[in-house]
């Protein structure tokens, strides 16, 4: 089965423009989470769906973050207007159900820079 | 609070020897999972070894066991016989029971050399 993938892989955009992120999950999960890493930082939750729905977004930076999942298939992830702190790799991973204790499939990342 | 530590921002390791990363985790929790990821330059996690807050046995996968101390809350990665494969960053992770969100550490790079 494919992996979870996530497009771009990097997005060098300027202050203030607007960047969409991708992340198409393994077909049949349907818990899609998204996580950031900002250069030398842990890695940090930002969102969790279940299906179309948002079921925690209580780490999501602040209002220039929306994320969506359509129809509770693939992810978008945009951050408008991009501000210079929002550098960093954006991950997303899903899992079929919440597997209290089992690893999730996290995808490659996408690395935005912001100038 | 909950937090992961991990206090080795980088480490170097003879091909075929055996090498430790070292994880602290801290929680009040007493149900939860510690995690192993390994995040080689292609960019990808890759999980690698799970250890439940109430397994009595460490957990292995091939190469990779989990040295877990509850009372010290540590929870250290032993990669036994490393291989040049084994250079990329490496995460310990924790989630508390009945949730669904990773607590991450900052990570350490492993360096394998020939």
């Known amino acids: 089965e494919a992996g979870v993938t996530q497009f771009p892989s990097h997005s060098v955009i300027e202050k203030g423009q607007t960047v969409t992120l991708r992340c198409d999950p393994i077909?049949?999960?349907?818990?899609l989470y998204w996580y950031r890493r900002v250069m030398g930082k842990e890695i940090k939750f930002l969102l969790h769906?279940?299906?179309?729905?948002?079921?925690?977004e209580s780490g999501m930076p602040n209002n220039r973050f929306l994320a969506e999942r359509t129809g509770g298939t693939y992810s978008t992830l945009k951050v408008q207007p991009a501000e210079l702190e929002d550098s960093g790799v954006y991950f997303c991973?899903?899992?079929?159900?919440?597997?209290?204790?089992?690893?999730?499939?996290f995808g490659s990342g996408t690395r935005l820079t912001v100038v | 609070a909950q937090k992961i530590t991990q206090t080795q921002p980088g480490m170097f390791v003879q091909e075929k020897e055996a090498v430790t990363l070292d994880c602290t985790y801290d929680?009040?929790?007493?149900?939860?999972?510690l995690f192993w990821y390994k995040q080689p330059s292609s960019g990808e996690m890759i999980f690698l070894i799970y250890q439940g807050s109430y397994d009595e046995q460490n957990a292995t996968e091939g190469r990779y066991s989990l040295n877990f101390q509850k009372a010290r809350k540590s929870a250290n990665l032993v990669i036994s016989a490393s291989q040049l494969g084994d250079s990329a960053m490496y995460f310990c992770a924790m989630r508390e029971g009945g949730t669904y969100k990773y607590i991450f550490g900052t990570g350490t790079r492993l360096k394998v050399l020939a």
């Open positions: 991973a899903s899992s079929q159900e919440l597997r209290e204790f089992g690893g999730y499939t």
């Open positions: 929680t009040s929790d007493q149900s939860y999972g």
């Open positions: 769906f279940v299906k179309e729905s948002k079921q925690d």
């Open positions: 077909s049949g999960h349907d818990n």
